[in-house]
């Protein structure tokens, strides 16, 4: 099965500065990846995702990677807020409807 | 309607109880899911359903067993629960494309606590 490997586990940035997450997949037929924002006691929601027929997306403060050769991708927020302080998953996933999640990178942005 | 609704939010039931976690959503999503989440962990698929259908069985224990009785609900019964079953537990629902898996909606969850 997908193996998803996240990196770094927690991340502390100086607000207004930039953080960057990254994943890693084995399955080479897995061709969606979304990343996941969960807040401390809230659900887990998409903020955005890349299928494997695109290198970047980006939506206004994040942006996604996908470099299909390496097998891997990183997520990329700008302009850090406070409000960016979440616990961040990736996800790769083949055409079978089953998210195989990294293990989560905890983002602290600093005041 | 954007959200999925999960109940109860939170459960404690003993090891010989039987209970159910309900989840609904309107709108027009025919996969559903159930997710177990532990502490600082993420989520671990349990159930699908595509079109009412059970499609896949992560190999979870019978003490849960799911039920699809239509398109807009989702129930996930338990019985003999042990310890180690306390977890968050995420409904979500989805669009069926024909790419893989859409973005997944998920409920608050329900915080359950075995004794």
């Known amino acids: 099965g997908e193996n998803v490997e996240q990196h770094p586990s927690t991340l502390s940035v100086q607000e207004g500065d930039s953080a960057v997450i990254k994943c890693t997949y084995s399955d080479s037929a897995s061709n969606y990846f979304p990343w996941y924002k969960q807040e401390l006691g809230k659900r887990p929601q998409l903020i955005i995702d890349?299928?494997?027929?695109?290198g970047e997306k980006k939506d206004q403060r994040i942006a996604v990677t996908l470099n299909k050769t390496a097998k891997h991708f990183s997520l990329h927020i700008t302009e850090t807020q406070p409000e960016d302080s979440a616990v961040y998953f990736c996800?790769?996933?083949?055409?079978?409807?089953?998210?195989?999640f990294g293990a989560g990178t905890t983002v602290t942005v600093r005041a | 309607d954007t959200e999925v609704t999960q109940t109860p939010k939170h459960l404690v039931m003993g090891m010989t109880n039987k209970k159910s976690l309900k989840c609904e959503q309107h709108m027009g999503h025919r996969a559903m899911y159930w997710y177990k989440q532990k502490a600082k962990k993420p989520p671990e698929l349990m159930f699908v359903y595509s079109y009412e259908k059970l499609s896949i069985n992560e190999s979870v224990p019978s003490r849960f067993s799911p039920e699809c009785p239509n398109s807009s609900l989702l129930n996930l019964h338990l019985h003999a629960l042990q310890p180690e079953d306390s977890a968050l537990y995420l409904c979500?629902?989805?669009?069926?494309?024909?790419?893989?898996?859409?973005?997944?909606?998920f409920g608050e969850g329900s915080r359950l606590t075995v004794l």
């Open positions: 996800a790769a996933s083949r055409d079978d409807y089953k998210l195989s």
């Open positions: 979500a629902s989805s669009h069926i494309t024909g790419q893989s898996t859409g973005e997944l909606f």
């Open positions: 890349i299928r494997s027929n695109v």
